[in-house]
C-alpha cells in the first residue's frame, strides 16, 4: 500500500533531481576508457617486467646469499595488484587473481567458502587520487560475503585516513557507538557501531597507520576482525 | 573500439545521460560529486560498451554501476577521510513547510542524514520507483535488507523533515 508520505517523497525527489545535466559525457568517458586501458597495458608490463627481475636472481644463481633480515618486508611487497569483477560481476574476482594482501587478510577471517573479491588494488598509492590528500601507499578492497552480498561486505583498507588519529581510547573522536577499545597494547584496537548494520574495526600503529576493516549487514562480528587488524605482517606491507 | 562502437555509446551517452544524472544527483547531493560520479560510471561502461551493447544490458550495467559505486565509501574523496566532530551536521530545518524551495532544501538536507545504502534504497524505491526485489539485486542485498531498510530510512524522514507529511494539508 502507497502512503500519502510516500507519494509525497516520490513527487518531491522528482523535484529535487530536476536539474539541468553537465554538457555530453561521452567524449570524457571515452577518452578515460582509453586512459584505463593504457594504464592496465602499462601494469600488465610492469609485472612482467617486475616478475622477470625477482626471476633473475634464481635464474643467474646470484642473490641466494643475501641476507633478508628476520621481520623485513617480502622483496615483493611494493607490488601494485590491482583486480576488479568487472568482467564477471556476478562471479567475482577469480581466486588466483587475489592481490597478496588479500589472501593474506582472508587467511585470518573467520573460516567461510563465500568470500568474493569485487575489487583491489595495493600495495601502492592510488592513481587518482585529489592533490588535498597525501599520495600515501594504501591496500583497498572490497570483499562479498556471497557473489551478491547475500551476507553482506567488507571494505578493508591498510591505511584508513583520519583526521585526528587517536592515540588512546581517551581520545577517540565523538559522538561514537564504541562497541569496544583496547589501548594497552601495541597496536590500539577499538570498534565503532556506526549505524546497527555497520561495524568498524581499526588499529591504530604507533606510528599512525591505520588498518581499518568495516563490515557491513555481515555475521561476521567485530571481534573476529581484531586478530586481523592487529596483525602486522598484513599491516607492514605498508612500509 | 571502433568508430561505429563509439558513434553508438555517444548516442547511448545522449539520450540517457540527463536521466543517469538525476540518479547521481540524488545520490550524491552535490552536482560537482555527481559529474564524477555518472563520469566513472561512463567509463567502466565504456569500457565494456561493445560487449554490453549487443547484450542489450547497458542500462542495467551502467545502473548497477551508480548505485554500488556510490555505497561503496572509498570512492569520493569526501570518504577517505575520516571526519570526527564534536556535534551532528549543522542541517536545520526552518521556513514554511508550504514553500516548495524551502522543502526542497530541507528535504535534500535530510537526505544527507541517511546512510549511503539507505538513501540508495529511497532512491530506488520512491525515484526509480523500482519494486523491492530489483532494489534487491541491484544493491546486492536481501529483499528483506531492503524493506527494513526502506523502513527505517521512511521513519528517519518523517521524523527529520516533519514537512513531509504536513505539505499536503498546507498545499
Redesign the interface.
Known amino acids: 500500500m502507497t502512503t500519502?508520505?510516500?507519494v509525497?517523497?516520490?513527487r518531491?525527489?522528482?523535484?529535487?533531481?530536476?536539474?539541468p545535466?553537465?554538457a555530453?559525457?561521452?567524449?570524457?568517458?571515452?577518452a578515460?576508457?582509453k586512459r584505463?586501458?593504457r594504464w592496465r597495458t602499462v601494469l600488465a608490463g610492469c609485472g612482467v617486467l617486475l616478475l622477470a627481475v625477482l626471476a633473475l636472481p634464481l635464474v643467474t644463481g646470484a642473490g641466494y646469499s643475501r641476507y633478508i633480515p628476520f621481520g623485513a618486508p617480502d622483496p615483493g611487497a611494493a607490488a601494485c595488484e590491482s583486480a576488479t569483477d568487472?568482467?564477471d560481476?556476478a562471479k567475482g574476482v577469480p581466486s588466483d587473481g587475489y592481490p597478496r594482501f588479500v589472501r593474506m587478510v582472508l587467511a585470518k577471517m573467520p573460516p567461510r567458502d563465500d568470500y568474493t573479491l569485487q575489487s583491489a588494488y595495493g600495495v601502492c598509492v592510488p592513481a587518482d587520487?585529489?592533490p588535498?590528500?597525501p599520495a600515501l601507499p594504501n591496500g583497498?578492497a572490497?570483499v562479498?560475503l556471497g557473489p551478491?552480498?547475500?551476507h553482506?561486505?567488507l571494505?578493508i583498507?591498510l591505511r584508513?585516513?583520519?583526521?585526528?588519529v587517536p592515540t588512546s581510547c581517551a581520545t577517540l573522536?565523538?559522538?561514537?557507538d564504541v562497541l569496544f577499545c583496547d589501548d594497552s597494547a601495541v597496536p590500539m584496537v577499538f570498534a565503532v557501531d556506526?549505524?546497527k548494520?555497520?561495524v568498524t574495526v581499526n588499529a591504530v600503529y604507533p606510528d599512525g597507520r591505520t588498518f581499518y576493516i568495516?563490515a557491513?549487514?555481515t555475521p561476521v562480528t567485530a571481534t573476529q576482525l581484531v586478530p586481523v587488524v592487529k596483525d602486522t605482517a598484513i599491516a607492514d606491507l605498508l612500509l | 573500439m571502433d568508430s561505429l562502437a563509439e558513434q553508438e555509446f555517444r548516442q547511448y551517452v545522449a539520450a540517457r545521460q540527463g536521466g543517469l544524472f538525476r540518479i547521481a544527483m540524488l545520490l550524491t547531493g552535490h552536482r560537482e560529486d555527481a559529474k564524477d560520479l555518472l563520469q566513472t560510471a561512463l567509463i567502466k561502461l565504456a569500457l565494456h560498451w561493445t560487449r554490453l551493447a549487443s547484450s542489450g544490458s547497458a542500462d542495467a550495467y551502467v545502473r548497477k554501476i551508480l548505485y554500488n559505486q556510490q555505497v561503496s565509501r572509498w570512492r569520493s574523496r569526501r570518504h577517505r577521510m575520516e571526519y570526527a566532530t564534536a556535534h551532528p551536521p549543522d542541517i536545520r530545518i526552518t521556513g514554511d513547510p508550504a514553500t516548495d524551495t524551502t522543502l526542497r532544501l530541507t528535504l535534500d538536507g535530510v537526505l544527507r542524514l541517511l546512510t549511503k545504502r539507505q538513501r540508495a534504497v529511497v532512491v530506488l524505491r520512491y525515484y526509480e520507483d523500482l519494486p523491492e526485489s530489483e532494489v534487491a539485486e541491484i544493491l546486492g542485498c536481501s529483499v528483506g535488507t531492503v524493506r527494513s531498510q526502506a523502513h527505517r530510512s521512511l521513519a528517519r524522514l518523517r521524523a527529520l523533515c516533519p514537512e513531509l507529511t504536513s505539505i499536503k494539508e498546507t498545499a
Open positions: 500519502p508520505v510516500e509525497e517523497l516520490r518531491r525527489l522528482r523535484e529535487l533531481a530536476n536539474q545535466g553537465p555530453s559525457l561521452a567524449d570524457q568517458a571515452l578515460g576508457a584505463v586501458r568487472e568482467s560481476p587520487l585529489p588535498d590528500i583497498y572490497v562479498n551478491n552480498r547475500e553482506g561486505h571494505t583498507n584508513y585516513l583520519m583526521e585526528a573522536p565523538t559522538p561514537v556506526r549505524d548494520y555497520t568495516e557491513i549487514d
